[in-house]
């Protein structure tokens, strides 16, 4: 492995890893020194990222796993420290979207954003501090959004599995401080990842009868600075965050939207 890097040495897992930013988190991880857990649902895009981090040195390794089964998220903790031999950084950032308006969400919509975004979030940090507790360091980040800070939400459930993540943060990072373990959220505004390409279909040209791209275009003109993120916008600040210089930093939300919330 080479060395090097201000998170040389230290061992991250990243869940929803397989793509979008999670990988881009990964692989930003990777190359400010950490060794890699990636998990995703799917074998095929969890090898990819697994290569991609091989390449930069670093130990990698790959654990598929639901993060809405408990049993899952023990096994990969476990499976982390087996192969990788500790668990400094968790960057909770496997989520989906259903993007049903108000009168339209159903129970499933509302049960399946929960599960992964808030129940499989909580849980794993649970299973992660108990490591981290016994090493008596850590980071966890959760990704949540804009959507969990009352900006309009394209989803309710969307927006209430995103507060919940910013809360548990602010939560756990008390109970976590004594075994000095940090705890934030990362709330990106609008990413540049399959999640908007899949939302451009359902919302702009499904529900709105848009051309493809134009429900993102005109989302993207309301940014302030002009752009849409990129997942690197969205890793940038999860490594600040997993690195010493943030040590003094837990319970807080920072925000990567481009001034969406500045409106
Ligand atoms: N893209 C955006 O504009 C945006 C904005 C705000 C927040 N976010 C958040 O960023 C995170 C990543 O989103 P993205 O844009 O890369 O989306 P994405 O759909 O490209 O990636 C999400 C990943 O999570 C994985 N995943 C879903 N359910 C899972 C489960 N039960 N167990 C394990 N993995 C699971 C998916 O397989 C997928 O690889 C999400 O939490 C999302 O809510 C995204």
Not at 158 to 180: D, E, N, W
Not at 207 to 214: F, H, K, S, V
Not at 232 to 242: K, P
Request: with cysteine; charged share 15%; net charge neutral.
């Amino acid at each position: 492995m080479t060395s090097g890097g201000v998170l040389s040495g230290k061992v991250a897992l990243v869940t929803g890893a397989g793509q979008g930013n999670g990988r881009a988190i990964a692989l930003a991880l990777a190359t400010a020194g950490a060794n890699a857990a990636i998990n995703d649902l799917r074998a095929e895009s969890i090898d990819r990222v697994v290569k991609e981090v091989a390449a930069l040195g670093r130990g990698a390794v790959g654990v598929v796993a639901d993060v809405t089964q408990t049993s899952q998220i023990d096994a990969m903790v476990a499976r982390t420290v087996a192969e990788l031999g500790r668990l400094d950084i968790l960057v909770n950032n496997a989520g989906l979207i259903c993007p049903h308006p108000f009168g339209e969400v159903t129970e499933e919509d509302w049960d399946q954003t929960m599960a992964v975004n808030a129940r499989g979030l909580f849980f794993c940090m649970q299973a992660a501090a108990q490591v981290m507790k016994e090493q008596r360091s850590g980071a966890i980040i959760n990704i949540a959004s804009v959507a969990g800070r009352g900006t309009h939400s394209l989803s309710p459930p969307y927006a209430a599995s995103k507060a919940t993540a910013i809360i548990v943060a602010q939560q756990a990072a008390r109970v976590l401080a004594p075994y000095g373990i940090t705890v934030n959220s990362v709330c990106p505004g609008l990413i540049d990842t399959d999640f908007n390409k899949r939302l451009d279909d359902q919302i702009g040209v499904r529900q709105q009868g848009l051309e493809p791209g134009e429900y993102i275009r005109q989302r993207i003109a309301t940014i302030p600075l002009g752009r849409i993120g990129t997942p690197q916008d969205v890793a940038n600040v999860v490594v600040f965050l997993a690195s010493p210089p943030a040590n003094y930093i837990t319970g807080q939300q920072i925000t990567v939207d481009g001034g969406i919330l500045c409106l």
